[in-house]
């Protein structure tokens, strides 16, 4: 049994481990709050948004453009967010895995016609051991702009057009709730266009288009796919710290745990020490007389 000071020793680190575990959690809280607020705010917009663009591509037989272009996939870019940090529990072990499934897909391409885009320092390390080379967009983990975002969505499209690349994919999480975020893998180019219920049904959407509908398009596309990399860039945000904040609670409350059962165990060996004493006095003074 382990002896009284080394219970306390471990009672103490336990305590300062909680009250670190405790900080972290109500940092991750205060952060989340403001992270939420982003993407309840923003999530809606850009929903709505796609649903107009769908709308307004699926009314037309014509659909010519550059964004929707559907080709033989020999490059291929993956767009991957992560965190710059741990204690968030599985978040970016579940992003490295999805990862190297998406990677499998595409395995037959060959490493030279895979272009990773690591959002994120975990991710990027992932993608290092890979033998991949990737450039460096952490600041955009930990301060999400709007202003990155649409860089690195305008570097894509570019690449994109050019014939760089045949297909991006995105994976990030999905800030569902704040005990849960859904891990999402799905294409940002080419464009895919969904039928809409009002198609489907026979009705017909006539648009008036003003001044034309290639100028509507070259603005409405473009703008779509960079709020759908600011929308992945903030969900991701949301959800890690989400993530970090239930990590921290589950941390805390196992601490609380340890604790009476520490406590438990330094009361018995206390009691047993001291019925050890009395029985030594006792004994002791039965040998003097």
Do not use: W
Request: hydrophobic share 40%; with cysteine.
């Amino acid at each position: 049994m382990a002896s009284l000071k080394e219970i306390k020793s471990r009672i103490q680190s336990v305590k300062s481990t909680q009250k670190i575990t405790s900080a972290m959690k109500m940092v991750s809280s205060a952060k989340l709050r403001k992270a939420q607020k982003r993407i309840e705010n923003f999530y809606p917009y850009e929903r709505k948004l796609t649903h107009i663009l769908n709308n307004f591509l699926s009314a037309e037989t014509d659909n010519t453009s550059v964004y929707a272009e559907n080709r033989e996939v020999k490059r291929v870019a993956i767009l991957v967010f992560s965190s710059n940090s741990s204690l968030c529990g599985g978040f970016n072990s579940n992003v490295a895995k999805r990862l190297h499934a998406v990677m499998e897909r595409y395995n037959h391409l060959g490493k030279e016609n895979i272009l990773i885009y690591p959002v994120g320092k975990k991710i990027a390390k992932v993608a290092k051991k890979m033998d991949f080379f990737v450039d460096n967009f952490d600041e955009m983990a930990d301060k999400p702009t709007y202003a990155a975002a649409q860089d690195l969505a305008d570097d894509l499209m570019e690449l994109f057009i050019n014939h760089t690349i045949d297909k991006v994919e995105l994976i990030y999480h999905h800030f569902n709730n704040k005990s849960s975020q859904i891990l999402v893998d799905e294409t940002l180019l080419p464009i895919r266009l969904e039928v809409n219920p009002e198609k489907q049904s026979g009705m017909q959407l006539n648009y008036i288009v003003e001044p034309d509908r290639n100028t509507i398009m070259n603005d409405l596309i473009p703008k779509v796919l960079r709020l759908k990399t600011y929308t992945a860039l903030i969900d991701s945000n949301a959800s890690e710290h989400a993530a970090r904040t239930i990590a921290m609670q589950t941390a805390t409350d196992n601490a609380d745990d340890l604790l009476q059962e520490l406590n438990l165990q330094y009361n018995k060996s206390r009691q047993q020490a001291i019925t050890n004493e009395l029985l030594d006095i006792i004994g002791g003074s039965f040998g003097q007389k």
